[in-house]
């Protein structure tokens, strides 16, 4: 099927998008195997990008939508936030024979995560 771009975009902004949705991956922006990444670089839509700055995270994003809180969802459908939460795998025989080697030397734990002492 042929991607429809909506008239509304810039060109550059429409050239970039059927670059990156490309059927065929190995036509794809970016999917070169030769010039890869520096095919995104040297796209005309990212030209006022400074990409050292960026690597160095020293760039600010274009939009930083409000938050109320950490957990504010209001800038995500109903139809996500309302879905029930499934973890995977939820089997504990499942867990247990996944190796756990993998994981040696991991600590951090999400602070937003709650232990089941703190659920009611």
């Known amino acids: 099927k042929t991607i429809r771009i909506p008239r509304s975009l ?3 902004a429409a050239s970039v998008l059927k670059g990156f ?3 065929r991956p190995e ?3 970016g999917c070169n195997k030769e010039s ?3 095919d995104i670089v040297n796209h005309p839509f ?4 400074d990409w050292e700055m960026l690597e160095q995270k020293q760039v600010g994003p274009p939009y930083k939508p409000r938050l109320d809180s950490d957990r504010d969802l209001a800038n995500f459908p109903p139809e996500f936030t309302d ?3 499934h973890l995977t795998p939820d089997d504990p025989r499942v867990i247990e024979k ?3 080697s993998e994981f040696e030397g991991f600590e951090y734990v999400n602070p937003l995560l709650m232990s089941l002492e703190d659920c009611v």
């Open 10 to 12: 810039s060109v550059k």
């Open 21 to 23: 949705l490309n059927k």
């Open 27 to 29: 036509d794809r922006l």
């Open 36 to 38: 890869g990444f520096m």
């Open 46 to 49: 990212f030209k006022s990008i």
């Open 83 to 85: 879905e029930p939460v």
């Open 98 to 100: 996944i190796d756990q």
